[in-house]
Protein backbone atom coordinates (compact mmCIF):
# COMPACT_ATOMS: atom_id res chain seq x y z
CA UNK A 1 0.00 0.00 0.00
CA UNK A 2 1.18 3.92 -1.07
CA UNK A 3 0.53 6.21 1.73
CA UNK A 4 1.09 10.10 1.47
CA UNK A 5 2.60 11.63 3.87
CA UNK A 6 3.37 15.27 4.96
CA UNK A 7 6.62 15.70 3.39
CA UNK A 8 7.83 19.05 4.82
CA UNK A 9 6.36 22.53 5.57
CA UNK A 10 7.31 26.29 5.77
CA UNK A 11 4.80 27.24 8.79
CA UNK A 12 3.21 30.82 8.74
CA UNK A 13 5.48 32.04 5.56
CA UNK A 14 4.43 35.91 5.16
CA UNK A 15 3.26 36.67 1.12
CA UNK A 16 5.95 39.58 0.43
CA UNK A 17 4.10 39.79 -3.42
CA UNK A 18 0.60 38.47 -5.44
CA UNK A 19 1.51 38.61 -8.94
CA UNK A 20 -1.66 38.19 -11.14
CA UNK A 21 -0.04 39.06 -14.47
CA UNK A 22 2.57 36.06 -14.48
CA UNK A 23 2.83 32.72 -15.81
CA UNK A 24 1.66 31.08 -12.31
CA UNK A 25 3.20 29.40 -9.34
CA UNK A 26 4.85 30.41 -6.17
CA UNK A 27 8.21 32.00 -6.02
CA UNK A 28 9.97 31.08 -2.71
CA UNK A 29 13.40 32.12 -1.53
CA UNK A 30 16.15 29.20 -2.69
CA UNK A 31 17.37 28.85 1.01
CA UNK A 32 14.15 28.62 2.23
CA UNK A 33 13.99 25.77 -0.14
CA UNK A 34 16.93 24.25 0.60
CA UNK A 35 16.16 24.26 4.46
CA UNK A 36 12.43 22.33 3.84
CA UNK A 37 13.35 20.16 1.09
CA UNK A 38 11.04 21.61 -1.64
CA UNK A 39 12.88 20.99 -5.33
CA UNK A 40 11.70 23.64 -7.88
CA UNK A 41 8.84 23.06 -9.41
CA UNK A 42 7.78 20.54 -6.87
CA UNK A 43 3.80 20.64 -6.52
CA UNK A 44 2.72 22.40 -3.11
CA UNK A 45 -0.86 23.22 -1.34
CA UNK A 46 -0.77 26.99 0.11
CA UNK A 47 -3.32 27.07 3.13
CA UNK A 48 -3.88 31.07 3.53
CA UNK A 49 -4.41 30.87 7.67
CA UNK A 50 -5.34 34.49 7.20
CA UNK A 51 -8.62 33.80 4.86
CA UNK A 52 -8.87 30.55 4.44
CA UNK A 53 -8.05 29.91 1.25
CA UNK A 54 -6.48 26.38 -0.26
CA UNK A 55 -4.63 25.70 -3.33
CA UNK A 56 -1.89 23.77 -5.19
CA UNK A 57 0.93 24.96 -7.39
CA UNK A 58 4.03 24.54 -7.63
CA UNK A 59 7.31 26.05 -6.41
CA UNK A 60 9.67 28.21 -8.04
CA UNK A 61 12.70 29.83 -6.81
CA UNK A 62 13.32 33.29 -5.69
CA UNK A 63 16.84 34.76 -4.95
CA UNK A 64 18.84 33.03 -1.97
CA UNK A 65 18.17 35.55 0.51
CA UNK A 66 15.71 37.55 -0.40
CA UNK A 67 13.03 36.32 2.48
CA UNK A 68 10.34 36.35 -1.24
CA UNK A 69 7.23 34.53 -1.01
CA UNK A 70 5.40 35.22 -4.49
CA UNK A 71 1.93 33.81 -5.12
CA UNK A 72 1.68 34.76 -8.90
CA UNK A 73 -0.90 34.03 -11.77
CA UNK A 74 -4.43 33.23 -10.76
CA UNK A 75 -3.67 32.10 -7.38
CA UNK A 76 -2.50 35.55 -6.35
CA UNK A 77 -6.31 36.27 -6.43
CA UNK A 78 -6.41 34.07 -3.20
CA UNK A 79 -3.64 35.87 -1.03
CA UNK A 80 -2.28 39.58 -0.62
CA UNK A 81 1.00 40.84 0.98
CA UNK A 82 1.14 40.11 4.18
CA UNK A 83 -0.99 37.14 4.54
CA UNK A 84 0.43 34.40 6.47
CA UNK A 85 0.55 30.72 5.13
CA UNK A 86 1.27 27.13 5.26
CA UNK A 87 3.15 25.93 2.11
CA UNK A 88 3.33 21.97 2.65
CA UNK A 89 4.54 19.25 0.26
CA UNK A 90 3.79 15.54 0.19
CA UNK A 91 5.12 12.15 -0.80
CA UNK A 92 3.99 8.80 -1.61
CA UNK A 93 5.52 6.01 0.62
CA UNK A 94 5.61 2.55 1.75
CA UNK A 95 3.67 1.41 5.33
CA UNK A 96 7.70 0.73 6.24
CA UNK A 97 9.13 3.71 5.10
CA UNK A 98 6.55 5.54 6.48
CA UNK A 99 7.10 4.28 9.81
CA UNK A 100 10.84 5.71 9.76
CA UNK A 101 10.02 9.31 7.60
CA UNK A 102 10.50 12.57 9.69
CA UNK A 103 8.95 15.59 7.98
CA UNK A 104 11.16 19.04 7.60
CA UNK A 105 9.15 21.69 9.42
CA UNK A 106 10.43 24.89 8.94
CA UNK A 107 8.80 28.29 11.20
CA UNK A 108 8.77 31.31 9.96
CA UNK A 109 8.03 34.63 11.18
CA UNK A 110 6.40 37.66 9.89
CA UNK A 111 9.75 38.35 7.89
CA UNK A 112 10.05 35.32 6.82
CA UNK A 113 13.13 34.05 8.81
CA UNK A 114 13.62 30.88 10.24
CA UNK A 115 12.27 30.82 13.97
CA UNK A 116 13.11 27.21 14.45
CA UNK A 117 12.79 23.62 12.85
CA UNK A 118 11.47 20.31 14.24
CA UNK A 119 10.55 17.01 13.00
CA UNK A 120 7.54 16.36 14.82
CA UNK A 121 4.27 18.16 15.56
CA UNK A 122 3.29 18.00 18.88
CA UNK A 123 -0.10 16.19 20.48
CA UNK A 124 -2.76 18.70 20.39
CA UNK A 125 -4.77 19.21 23.30
CA UNK A 126 -7.87 20.41 21.88
Do not use: W
Not at 74 to 79: E, I
Amino acid sequence: MQLTLLKCKLHRACVTHAEVDYEGSCAIDEELLRLAGIREYEQIQIYNVTNGERFTTYAIRAAAGSRVISVNGAAAHKAAPGDRVIICAYAGMSEQEARLFKPALVYLNETNRVTRTGESIPAQAA
